[in-house]
Every structure is written in structure tokens, then in C-alpha cells.
């Protein structure tokens, strides 16, 4: 079974600290990893994908992929109260394949 | 782009009716899947299809489910019958170059 683990939290930080939300996953196959954010009653919009090791940042988000440990996270500078949300990582469950596989989501509170 | 559209947005009925859901993906992508979210278990996928073909249905709980997808810009997810533990909010998405999108889902619960 292939899993995708992350902190349920909730997660509460101040307006304008940086949140840091952590995923691992067990399938060592993967080769896609996806950050997606969803509001309360709202579908998951997809607001990062990274591919490679290292970093890859856009506007206020920064994804990090760790292979070798299995793990990506997902950095947010500046947090502002509309950032708070639930927050899903996934996995594609093979390597190449389009099936992905989410983490339950971890919930973020900023603050004012 | 209108995005993913899914329709009914809501649908209350009772056990042992036939439900069916709908979905008009993004023209142009060419996979399409079917999720199921509850409190409990998360965001699942159902099924998903690849230039109309099913490619994986290992998630479609049971025979009661069954999707198809008659062509490019329409789909299909039927329950029938209906039993109450198939509430639940059932996403639609489809996919591009750089991830899946989502529709607005169908809130479903069975009385």
C-alpha cells in the first residue's frame, strides 16, 4: 500500500511567520510531488510541483524534494491569514504513472 | 477556461436510489478522475481514464460503482443502489502538463 503521511496539525503560526508543512511518502518509484490547498468546503487547488532534489520556489511558496529521504515539504514566507487552509501533498503512486496519491492534509491557522 | 465543471453541486436521496454524478473536464486534457473525500478516509480515487479508456478502477469500492466516459468532454460516475456510508463529496479533475485540477465537486448525502 502505498502511503503518503502528513502532521494532521492544526498547525498555527503568526501573520507573517514562515509556516513549514512536511510530507513523506513510502513509494520510492515516485517521481511527482504536488501541493495542493483546499479552504473549507472548497475544492484542492493545485499550487506547486516539483520533479527534482532541491528547491523550487514561486511568489511566497517554496517546495522542497528530498528523494533520498523521502520527503517534500512545503515552505510558506510571510503567511497571511488567507493562507490559512488545509493544506494535501501528493504523490503519483508509480513511477511515470498519472495516479496520484494524497496525504490526508495538515491544517494551517495564520494568526492576525 | 470555465475549469473542470461537475453538476449536480448537491444531492440529497435516499438509500437504495440510483445517483448519478457528472463531470465536463478541461477541453483539451486528455485524463480524467474520479475522487471520493470523507472525514474519515481522505481524498480517494475512484477511477481515472486516459483518452476515454479506464486505465485504473482499483478504487471503485464495489460493484455498485461504475463511471464511463462516452467522449472527450463528459463522464460519468453512477452509485446504484445507494446506501448511506456513499456520502461523501465527489471530485472531478483533470489533467495537464503540471497537475491535476479540480471541479467543485458534488456534496452527496444518502438518507
Known amino acids: 500500500q502505498k502511503e503518503v503521511e502528513q502532521n494532521s496539525g492544526p498547525l498555527s503560526v503568526p501573520e507573517g511567520a514562515i509556516a513549514s508543512l512536511n510530507c513523506t511518502y513510502s513509494?520510492?518509484?515516485?517521481?511527482?510531488f504536488f501541493w495542493y490547498r483546499q479552504y473549507s468546503g472548497k475544492s484542492p487547488e493545485l499550487i506547486m510541483s516539483i520533479y527534482s532534489n532541491g528547491d523550487k520556489e514561486d511568489g511566497r511558496f517554496t517546495a522542497q524534494l528530498n528523494k533520498a529521504s523521502q520527503y517534500v515539504s512545503l515552505l510558506i514566507r510571510d503567511s497571511q491569514p488567507s493562507d490559512s487552509a488545509t493544506y494535501l501533498c501528493?504523490?503519483?503512486?508509480?513511477?511515470?504513472?498519472?495516479?496520484?496519491?494524497f496525504g490526508k492534509g495538515t491544517k494551517l491557522t495564520v494568526n492576525p | 477556461d470555465a475549469g473542470v465543471i461537475q453538476s449536480p453541486r448537491h444531492e440529497v436521496t435516499e438509500m437504495g436510489q440510483e445517483v448519478t454524478l457528472r463531470c465536463k473536464p478541461i477541453s483539451g486534457h486528455n485524463s480524467l478522475f474520479w475522487y471520493r473525500q470523507t472525514m474519515m478516509r481522505g481524498l480517494e480515487l475512484l477511477i481515472y481514464f486516459n483518452n476515454n479508456v479506464p486505465i485504473d478502477d482499483s478504487g471503485m469500492p464495489e460493484d455498485r460503482f461504475s463511471a464511463k466516459m462516452p467522449n472527450a468532454s463528459f463522464s460519468t460516475l453512477k452509485i446504484q443502489p445507494s446506501e448511506p456510508r456513499d456520502s461523501a463529496v465527489y471530485f472531478c479533475?483533470?489533467?495537464?502538463?503540471?497537475?491535476?485540477?479540480f471541479g467543485p465537486g458534488t456534496r452527496l448525502l444518502v438518507l
Open positions: 501528493a504523490v503519483n503512486s508509480q513511477g511515470g504513472s498519472e495516479k496520484l496519491v
Open positions: 513509494d520510492r518509484g515516485s517521481q511527482s
Open positions: 479533475a483533470s489533467r495537464a502538463e503540471g497537475g491535476q485540477y
